[in-house]
């Protein structure tokens, strides 16, 4: 049996971990039509801090022979999340949210990455490629259960201007196997990769607050 390529290693050892994530009673009960609109909007607003630190590495890494490969700027997603943040709040969106403890962590160890590339692709990864697969998901019940349509409210979860989006996976695999770095640094991508799903699920689990403040929408 040939040995699995990199992109299958990534997914295989961080495939509990994204069971995990999406066992979340947050999510839950987000997905069941359990909570308000401003109560998904605090999620937007987690995100909203992780992407802007995130994008903000793409940008320095951009020219990074590791990192480089991964840098799109057809996916940032600043612009898309203050969409959503303006719909769900309103023009005074900014005084409304504020990172909790699980972001400030998670933001934190994302800009520590613009020092180690690997270290980036693994946080790249854990947010794109979740976003571009289940998210698509989220998206269509959030649509249903909000109301909402183009240009406001669930905008994060679209990826229009990367076409096709099974193609774009496959070609983002492709740049994964094809990482010009040696086994000890890919092992070292996977840990942090397994790090991020961890951070990333912390940050889902502080949120089920407000499934117990807001029991029924």
Do not use: C
């Not at 401003?38 to 992407?51: L, N, P, S, T």
């Not at 160890?109 to 020092?115: F, K, Y």
């Amino acid at each position: 049996m040939s040995e699995p390529s990199f992109s299958e290693a990534l997914r295989n050892a961080t495939w509990s971990a994204h069971e995990s994530a999406e066992g979340e009673g947050y999510l839950k009960a987000l997905m069941a039509g359990r909570l308000s609109a401003e109560a998904y909007g605090e999620m937007v607003a987690q995100h909203y801090f992780a992407y802007v630190a995130l994008d903000g590495v793409s940008r320095a890494l951009a020219g990074d022979p590791v990192a480089g490969p991964f840098v799109f700027p057809e996916l940032y997603r600043e612009e898309a999340l203050v969409r959503d943040l303006e719909t769900i709040y309103g023009s005074g969106w900014r005084s409304r949210i504020e990172p909790s403890g699980p972001t400030e962590e998670l933001v934190a160890r994302i800009e520590r990455t613009v020092s180690w590339p690997g270290g980036y692709v693994a946080h790249h990864y854990t947010r794109y490629m979740g976003d571009l697969s289940g998210g698509q998901f989220i998206r269509m019940e959030l649509e249903k259960i909000y109301g909402y349509r183009k240009d406001g409210g669930v905008d994060f979860y679209r990826f229009d201007a990367v076409g096709s989006l099974p193609r774009f996976k496959n070609d983002y695999r492709s740049r994964l196997d094809a990482l010009p770095v040696d086994e000890a640094e890919k092992a070292r991508i996977i840990e942090e990769t397994r790090v991020a799903y961890r951070l990333n699920t912390e940050v889902l689990t502080d949120l089920g607050r407000l499934v117990r403040a807001e029991p029924v929408a």
